[in-house]
């Protein structure tokens, strides 16, 4: 693929979680474009492959590998085999995560006439998306930041969101889980800031997406209601593209460019976080 601009990555490796995804892909081919040797993990085997052989059909180096995020002893695993196979890791993108109908209301607002209302939401629901995103993002970490602190360099991005600004109506467990991903990016930051490991975030506005389609679109295409929503809040008036992502990402990734940027939560969203709706 095209990057918007190339530094140097040669020599790098990146570990990429959630990789199989439409936003994670694109982050795997555009540190592959630009030398990096890339490690894509997914949940599906099938996924991370598709990336892995695109990437490699292309000149690149990359290697797919099935990984539950939640699952200490796997990332251990594939761990050992990223270091076997690639090499240590320089490079961690933190991008499993998502949201759950089970996590979800109807209604916007409290309406006792709601099929599910928050009083209707399963505390089941609500533990797995937080466990997604928050340890989802906590035990990559642990495994692969530790080579990287023993090195002293590394460069370890999550993916944070706009309902980590601002909560969206229906999704709570979503926005407040989010919110705590900023929060755990600022920590890390801090701990790790004497080791030479960076870590900042991404927060994406809105991305159409395999996870939020159905909530954007009918079956037919037709936008919803929601959508609507979002583009009149959105300044640009329309959704992101996935390769609008790749700047941002790749100048946290440039030690070059960023090498005093750290603990920092970059929005991407359109002008969605600086529009108070007037």
């Not at 695993?77 to 490079?91: A, T």
């Not at 340890?135 to 495994?143: E, K, M, R, S």
């Not at 919803?224 to 583009?231: M, V």
């Amino acid at each position: 693929m095209s990057v918007p601009f190339k530094p140097d990555l040669g020599g790098r490796v990146a570990v990429i979680t959630g990789g199989g995804g439409v936003l994670c892909s694109v982050f795997a081919e555009s540190l592959a474009e630009c030398g990096a040797a890339v490690a894509v993990l997914d949940l599906s085997l099938p996924a991370a492959e598709t990336v892995a052989e695109k990437i490699r059909a292309h000149g690149g180096t990359a290697r797919a590998y099935a990984c539950n995020v939640l699952k200490k002893e796997e990332l251990l695993s594939v761990r050992d085999r990223v270091c076997d196979e690639l090499g240590g890791p320089d490079i961690l993108i933190n991008g499993a995560g998502g949201n759950s109908p089970k996590a979800t209301t109807d209604c916007e607002q409290y309406d006792p006439e709601c099929a599910k209302s928050f009083f209707e939401l399963a505390p089941e629901g609500f533990g797995f998306v937080f466990d997604l995103n928050i340890l989802g993002t906590f035990l990559p970490t642990q495994v692969f930041a530790e080579g990287m602190a023993a090195a002293g360099h590394g460069c370890i991005i999550n993916i944070s969101s706009m309902n980590a600004f601002r909560p969206l109506t229906k999704i709570p467990a979503y926005s407040a889980a989010k919110a705590g991903v900023s929060n755990l990016t600022m920590w890390l930051a801090t701990h790790f800031a004497n080791t030479g490991v960076r870590v900042n975030a991404l927060a994406p506005g809105f991305f159409v997406t395999k996870q939020n389609k159905d909530l954007l679109f009918d079956k037919d295409g037709v936008p919803t209601p929601r959508t609507h929503k979002i583009l009149a809040a959105t300044p640009m008036g329309r959704f992101g593209r996935p390769e609008e992502l790749v700047g941002a990402l790749l100048f946290l990734c440039d030690d070059n460019a960023s090498s005093f940027v750290n603990g920092v939560i970059l929005p991407v969203d359109g002008g969605f976080s600086a529009y108070s709706g007037v």
